[in-house]
């Protein structure tokens, strides 16, 4: 929580190293690993030329890619929300199943693009099951009604007899999916969504729809929509309206945010958008005393979990032809190009999130293929976005419990946030001693030392280290330059006398992880 982390850090003597004080018994929370999921919207070329494009020369049988399934399974991302996203709010999940020649194309309003529905539910399903990832289901609580949203989870859930059951296994499908998260609606807080209601209209609707979606299944967890971030007129207002009506009935509230190094929000000054991750602390912090707020009022046991289903840094494809699908199919939107100072940030991101594990239990990276995401395909191949390595790091380091460190860090002035340290960072530990730390530099011209304080028992090796740096924070990489920016080798620092010191470069994100 944003109160954790500024009583964590404190600046340093000028000269002295930064100190990062960690023990292994000072834990935050066991880490969920849904943590680190993602997201993918029927929009752009997010599914089709994405993840499904029959006749490609890169798919399989079923039409799916293959480099980029492998791609997903050797990430080993756990959870994937799917269909949308804005798209939800006017989808229709019947026009995508049962025959595809039967399957009808309709206009996606939300995109203004064609949607042929060849993909639906149950490709869906079959790609996660190929792909090694777990289904994280929207549901349409715009123009669809509670009815058809129990309907949906007895198609996926029920294994027989009854009718929405039935219709799956007359699909070709005899096993259930049983799904177990959703997600109730999309954004319905936004004057822009398909369905758009007052904050008591959505809690009552959401409330109903857990209740029959309940009586088809017991064991489901329900995420109620939480604002759509801090720059709307009715934040946090929302959130406890919505709660007053249906706390009772749902396991998690959702967040959603996007950073951008505009003028509006830095100033396009980059050492201002690196220190973004703090806000998010911040967005954290006070919905949860929105959840908190509503628990104390209804006096309930139930303490609430948080689902962060749509971060990630979005600012430049946000505008005309970018948002608008010209009614074609898989028109090319939202294809943001990511660069160095973006990697940065997303990194910081995730040392947000981890920090506030305790109660953040799920989060997505939106999106996952071509749209906003760390993966960019075209007809003969992929290739990685910077935002794709701390992203990679954190499925691949961030394992166990997160640690309660405390921070030693210089800090710097920026508007409107009072000082800001150059370091930031978050660690983990497994159950057999491997510790990973994660730490953001934020000082765009000057490496820093750092010294790491072992207050239980001392490391006895590294066996990991990474850094993602670079002279140029507005570096990108393409099919042309895929590797302009990758992470690089980082001498693995040795300890001794209880603490380990190494420097980190100016600009940076640094992985390091020890074996005890």
């Known amino acids: ?287 949860l005393a929105v959840c908190d707020l509503v628990r104390g009022h209804k006096r309930s046991p139930k303490k609430l979990w948080l689902s962060f289903d749509e971060w990630n840094v979005w600012y430049r494809e946000r505008n005309g032809d970018a948002v608008d699908g010209r009614r074609h199919d898989a028109p090319h939107l939202l294809e943001e190009i990511y660069n160095l100072e973006d990697a940065l940030l997303v990194g910081g991101l995730i040392i947000t999130l981890l920090r506030n594990a305790d109660r953040v239990r799920l989060a997505c990276l939106a999106q996952l293929v071509n749209v906003i995401a760390p993966i960019m395909t075209n007809s003969n191949g992929l290739f990685r976005q910077p935002i794709y390595y701390p992203y990679s790091w954190a499925l691949q380091f961030a394992r166990g419990n997160v640690l309660n460190v405390l921070i030693e860090s210089p800090t710097y002035e920026v508007a409107g946030m009072d000082q800001v340290p150059y370091l930031d960072a978050a660690a983990t530990v497994t159950a057999n001693g491997e510790t990973s730390l994660f730490i953001l530099n934020r000082d765009l011209s000057n490496s820093h030392e750092v010294q790491v304080v072992w207050e239980d028992k001392p490391t006895t090796r590294a066996i990991a280290s990474q850094v993602l740096t670079g002279n140029d924070l507005k570096a990108v990489n393409g099919f042309d330059s895929p590797h302009k920016v990758e992470p690089q080798p980082f001498d693995k620092p040795t300890t001794s006398n209880g603490s380990t010191k190494f420097e980190v470069p100016a600009r940076s994100y640094t992985v390091v992880q020890w074996q005890t």
């Open 1 to 287: 929580m944003f109160g954790r982390l500024l009583s964590a850090q404190s600046s340093s003597s000028a000269g002295q190293p930064a100190r990062i004080f960690v023990d292994t018994r000072r834990t935050i929370a066991p880490i969920d690993r849904n943590l680190f999921g993602s997201f993918l919207e029927h929009l752009g070329r997010a599914i089709y030329e994405g993840i499904y494009e029959p006749g490609s020369k890169l798919s399989d049988s079923n039409g799916f890619r293959k480099d980029v399934m492998d791609e997903i399974r050797k990430l080993g991302v756990p959870i994937i929300r799917y269909p949308g996203g804005n798209f939800v709010s006017g989808y229709n999940w019947l026009d995508g199943v049962g025959p595809k020649q039967d399957r009808p194309r309709v206009l996606d309003k939300a995109w203004n693009s064609m949607n042929s529905n060849q993909f639906g539910t149950n490709e869906f399903m079959q790609w996660c099951k190929a792909a090694g990832t777990e289904p994280l289901m929207g549901l349409n609580l715009g123009t669809g009604t509670t009815e058809q949203a129990a309907a949906l989870v007895e198609y996926c859930n029920v294994d027989k007899g009854t009718k929405w059951s039935d219709l799956r296994r007359k699909h070709g499908y005899s096993d259930p999916y049983n799904v177990r998260r959703w997600c109730l609606g999309n954004e319905m807080d936004g004057p822009w969504q398909i369905g758009h209601m007052t904050a008591t209209e959505y809690g009552m609707k959401a409330q109903d729809c857990a209740r029959q979606m309940r009586y088809v299944d017991h064991s489901l967890q329900l995420i109620a929509c939480g604002s759509s971030g801090p720059l709307m007129p009715t934040y946090l207002e929302w959130d406890r309206e919505v709660l007053e009506q249906c706390y009772d009935y749902v396991d998690g509230l959702s967040l959603h945010r996007y950073f951008g190094n505009t003028k509006e929000e830095t100033g396009g000054d980059s050492s201002k958008f690196l220190a973004l991750n703090l806000t998010m602390d911040r967005q954290i912090s006070e919905t």
